[in-house]
């Protein structure tokens, strides 16, 4: 990929983290980005599971966005290209979600609404190392306190949920209150990706 090309994808990327950051669709968007460790590459198509590969090997990146502006498909097909990736190799060591300017809007329920939230400018595939998620979903399923108080008294309490679920939920929230800015935040920036150089 000619190297100025990768750089613009690169910044596109970074573009679309901060609108992430700026609604909250992510907790850990912000504090990544603040720490450095949002790592972000772009490649062909061809080289996607060699960027994974770099991803994995570099300790401080937690959450990797490999950008691949020549792709020319749809979300589905997108979504088969990430199957493929997890079903190699790599797939035991990340785990991959796919990102595509095309997705609709379906707000049914929390679980549709997310590839409508992940309209980056770009196609793109974001990795996590397993470990990296098996640790959050251990963190976000603690019981809180005074959760754990009301169960030693012998009271029901609720179950706790995966907190994908909770994520997906509060986004579904925050498209009810702010679709409008949210909207015009991910159009407006799709729209200037296409009108700038590939």
């Given at each position: 990929?000619?190297?100025?090309?990768?750089?613009?994808?690169?910044?596109?990327?970074?573009?679309?983290?901060?609108?992430?950051?700026?609604?909250d669709?992510?907790?850990?968007?912000?504090?990544?980005?603040?720490?450095?460790?949002?790592?972000?590459?772009?490649?062909?198509?061809?080289?996607?599971?060699?960027?994974?590969?770099?991803?994995?090997?570099?300790?401080?990146?937690?959450?990797?966005?490999?950008?691949?502006?020549?792709?020319?498909?749809?979300?589905?097909?997108?979504?088969?290209?990430?199957?493929?990736?997890?079903?190699?190799?790599?797939?035991?060591?990340?785990?991959?979600?796919?990102?595509?300017?095309?997705?609709?809007?379906?707000?049914?329920?929390?679980?549709?609404?997310?590839?409508?939230?992940?309209?980056?400018?770009?196609?793109?595939?974001?990795a996590?190392?397993?470990?990296?998620?098996?640790?959050?979903?251990?963190?976000?399923?603690?019981?809180?306190?005074?959760?754990?108080?009301?169960?030693?008294?012998?009271?029901?309490?609720?179950?706790?949920?995966?907190?994908?679920d909770?994520?997906?939920?509060?986004?579904?929230?925050?498209?009810?209150?702010?679709?409008?800015?949210?909207?015009?935040?991910?159009?407006?920036?799709?729209?200037?990706?296409?009108?700038?150089?590939?």
């Amino acid at each position: 990929m000619d190297a100025d090309a990768g750089a613009r994808a690169c910044e596109w990327a970074r573009r679309y983290v901060d609108v992430v950051a700026r609604f909250d669709l992510c907790p850990w968007a912000a504090p990544a980005l603040a720490k450095g460790e949002v790592w972000i590459t772009a490649c062909d198509q061809a080289d996607l599971e060699d960027a994974l590969a770099r991803f994995a090997a570099t300790p401080a990146a937690v959450v990797g966005l490999v950008v691949v502006p020549g792709f020319t498909g749809t979300l589905a097909a997108l979504r088969r290209l990430r199957g493929e990736l997890c079903e190699r190799p790599i797939g035991r060591t990340v785990a991959l979600a796919e990102f595509h300017p095309d997705a609709p809007l379906d707000d049914a329920s929390a679980q549709r609404l997310i590839p409508y939230l992940r309209r980056s400018p770009d196609p793109m595939l974001q990795a996590v190392r397993h470990e990296t998620l098996a640790h959050l979903r251990r963190g976000g399923t603690t019981m809180a306190a005074e959760l754990q108080a009301a169960v030693l008294a012998g009271h029901p309490v609720p179950p706790v949920r995966d907190i994908g679920d909770q994520i997906a939920d509060a986004n579904l929230a925050t498209l009810r209150r702010d679709g409008a800015a949210l909207a015009a935040a991910l159009d407006a920036l799709i729209s200037q990706r296409r009108a700038s150089p590939p």
